[in-house]
């Protein structure tokens, strides 16, 4: 039973299914780091997965299709930012309406750009191809799950300890997490918690729209409305359940695909599609209950008091 | 060249409604401790945050060593050699001590920060000026008289001429108060220049060369320190005579109003905040908790007051049983508690002053039946809160975020007093006021021991302490270590107990 | 003459700007122009179509019948905002409850006067106790209702779809589905404007009972100073805990009632995915927000969305622009809304409050 199940093409699907909740994670977490509560991944990420499916099919590169993806994400979390940051505004509120934004906005521009409802598959539209890595994709089990992939899977992992020494090493880095944690503190030694905070919020714009891409580019090549279906929430949770650091959000973000992984694969086995689809929330939900000593900072962000 | 190390002149600052700094001239010679005293509204946090560049003033210029300068940004007076220490720390909890002093100007190798390199140089500072503290530790674990000693390396770091102190002793017992002093006298001897923002004469006579006198955001006087005296100042600072050490007229107390047995309180991390405490409050006394902030002091309210959960020991209000009720069952036996921050806890700042008049009280029988309210007693309540406590407001309907510090607490005030409550429970009532409102706040707390009541003080002002308390019990790490007699004990003594330097004295 | 004119205009369009409100309707419509004309459509023809399409003709009945769910799901969700409890689950909760309403209605036999009723009652007890899976999440175990809700959401879609596509499939049709809705046990329509069902009254009744619960009772001032500032609602006496979980409560019985009248009142047939594909609980959220929470502005601001998603129907048919343009335009809305000017819903004492607090405790 385990034999079957445990192969090293549920790990590759498992990986797949990591890398945008990995990408939005990670943006998520410069987010946290830096003071704002990022809501909105859910719907920058869908935003992304229109946008690139529209650059692919405009300019016929999936190149340019990402471009088009980080682009787009980065011009929602800009609104964000604006909102958030000069305006003051409230950010849970900012994040829900711009995750309704981004549902009305892909769902109107679908059957208005390409006359199609639904689902936009096309021939024109230029997916990522998988990229081996000569030499490590020979490696048997992990050659073939981390080093037979799409460009921006390499991106996600490789972003992995980049982003570790970026904040625990850099001067940059301490300046952002100076910033996050008491920007009056911050301002009084001359560094612009403004400046730091729309950065942050423009990178969680840029890989959050990067995951949408790999999502409608990589996963499969076509927009599906809602094709993001709550994974920008899992990020959320993966950044929180990760402490809001490197390592310990790719491990949530691991967990949760493997979670979506297995249904795919109790799938082919004959369970309801409807029971397997609801596994990786389940799954997020019971790590919620686990780790629930980690969330007394969430709870504080989303209660009155 | 210049003969002074800084120079303001005409310096003016407006908020709607207010002149804060009006025309305020300042000139501090090098290598001097130049004082700057005046009470809570004087314009002194103003005055230096103007000089600091956190936002420019309407009129008037400064200059350092002759030179005029202008400062967008507090970046711009620490570029000029301007370092300032806040009166609350501006640290970063989760970094380390040299993490907090190099932001922004670490030490890097290829790109990296160096960390060895920054402790180092960390070290080495604090040595030469005799500031004990280990580069590695983490801030938030840092009791608060290291904290400040990491605040003035962060300024020295930036190798600061000038550096300016804003209310340094507030959060010190007097024994961290004295090693300030020498750590103060030693940067003067080595050429630095002291601006030390203070309300408390004694402190001015005994640290500063000179002194400078605000009152109602103008300086009114600028005096050499040896050739003045406390009277003379507080003439200046007052514009009157005013006593606030008397002592309010003795009290024969009554019978036992709270009784705390054995009382322990699990504080953050799991460790221990309030372990063991055991006192009693009478009726007709006003007992006084003096110690360091953050010595249990909250923990201890909290848990009397149901915001916190007790993990040991019983509490016994006017013979009731209150350890495990909540909130609303304390009130209704007999508590009423003016917390610490008014601001947060005490009011709802968008509510209006009717609703925060009614806070704990909407449910009792006067104003409410079966859970719908009586709309005519309810505004008969609060008409009369607003008369009887002078509270200025044109209508209860407004919100209380236009009111003032002193307004506000008044509305604390006076919801607490309603509830005819025997125990009062006080939290800081004084911090931030301007002296009006201090005295009405004191005449409250006297008039409800006069009438029987019972008073539970926290303050961090000695002084308070010793004015108002029949009683003083000393809080030092959870416990309670004294309990000692206002009149005959002296300000150094106490200050000994909230050291922990007496541990074997005995509570009574 | 015409500079009178200009001044005169001047004066009207700076009275509007000084009202968020106003400024980001103005703003939301003329983003959706820009956006409808860069994608090719005509922004005049279809603000006509909308227009008329929402008011003429059969477009009000339909705007009042479509103002049921988004206003009861606003009620809904309106309770939770003004606690400070941010309930994401609404979609959720009205999922859940209207398929038990619906199973009441289809499967109990007896006549409607009573089936009616109960399948309402069975909704809005079913929701409720979903809701209460979020609010115990928090004050028992810490978790923030905000996650818990919404992930819940996926939750409830799955064990819905599992339940109409297997055990209560009606295997007559290909469609994943329960039974038809008994015609006796339908809800009944009123004889006005061409028939508006009998929920709107239930509706406006919701209302006026809130407006009078927020205005008049203990229980809408301990919600309310609770979600102004839960820390002094706890300092004043007020059980926070318990407050959270009644309105959770609330929020659920509300939404599962609109979930069963949707399915006995309007779609007859619980079809998998279709309640989650109306986008009422979100919507209804939009509502909420921009009314600020408060019953009867939630009503007036309920029929104005119900009157751009029919409107915006109608734009379809006549002017070839897709309807989902009226989603976007109530997301802009809501954006622009918290941008100008932000719609505080606490009293949060953040770490950083707190030290501007310090210092303003400090002096002047």
Redesign the interface.
Known sequence: MFEQILDTALFDSATRAMVPILLAALGGMICERAGVFQIALEGIMLTGAFAAVAGSYLALSSGAGVIFGVAAGMMISLVLAYGTVTRRGDPIVLGIALNLLAMGLTGFLLPQLFDVRGVFQHARIDGLDRLPIPGLSQIPWVGPVLFDNTVLTYVALLLVPALWIFLFRTPIGLRLRGVGERPLAAETLGVSPTAYKYGAVLASGALAGMAGAQLSLGNVVQFAENMSSGRGWVAVVAVMLGRAHPVGVVAAAALFALAEALGFRFQGNGLPVQVTDALPFVVTLIALIVARKRFARLLDLTTAG | MSTFELELRGITKRYPGVLANDAVDLAVRPAEIHAIVGENGAGKTTLMSLLYGLFPPDEGRIFIRGEPVHFSSALDAIAAGLGMVHQSFKLFPTLSVADNVVFRQEPTRRGLIDRAAGADRVRELADRYGLAVDPEAVVEDLPVGVLQRVEILKALYRDAQVLILDEPTAVLTPQERDKLFEVIRRLRDAGRTILFITHKLGEVMSISDRVTVLRNGRAVADLMTAETDPAEITLHMTGRAVDLGSRAPEHQPGRVVLEVDGLTVIGGHGRPAVTDANFEVRSGEIVGVAGVAGNGQSELIEALCGLREIDGGSVILSGQDITDADVAGRRAAGLAYIPEDRYGVGTTRQASVADNLLMGHHLSSRIQRKGWFDRKAVAKLTRRLVDVFGIKVDSVSRSVSTLSGGNLQKVVVAREMEYGAPLLVAEQPTRGLDIGAIEFVHGQLIRFRDQGGAVLLVSAELSEILALSTRILVMFEGRMVACLDPAAVAEPDIGLYMTGSHLEAAVG | MASRVLKELRGISERALVSPVAFSLVFAFALAAV?VAV???NPLAAGEEMFTGAVTGSGLRNTLGRAVPIVGMALAVSVCFRA???N?GGEGQMVIGGLAGTLVAIYLPGPGALIVPLALVTGAVVGALWALLPAY??TH????????S???N??A???T??LV??PLADVSVTLATTRQVPETARMPKMPVFGGVSLSLLVVVALVAVLWMVYG????G??T?????????????????ERRTVEVMAVAGAIGGMIGTHLIIGEALRFI?GELVLS?FA?TG??VS?LAMNRPIPVFVTGLFFSGLQIGGLAMQRNAG??W?????L???V??AV???????????????????????????
């Open positions: 956006i994608t090719g459509g400070g409890t941010f994401l999440g928090q175990l810490r978790l923030p209702i905000l996650i818990t919404l992930l819940l996926y939750v879609r799955a064990i779809g599992y596509r297997f008049r009772s203990v229980a001032y301990e309310q100073m609770a979600g102004l500032n839960m820390r002094s609602a706890r300092y004043g006496g007020i059980d926070v998998d986008g979100w959220l939009l927000l622009v897709s989902r343009l009226s989603q976007v109530q997301a802009v809501i954006v918290a941008c100008r000017l932000a719609i505080r819903r606490s009293d949060r004492p953040s770490t950083e409050a707190g030290e501007s607090e310090a210092s303003a405790v400090g002096e002047v």
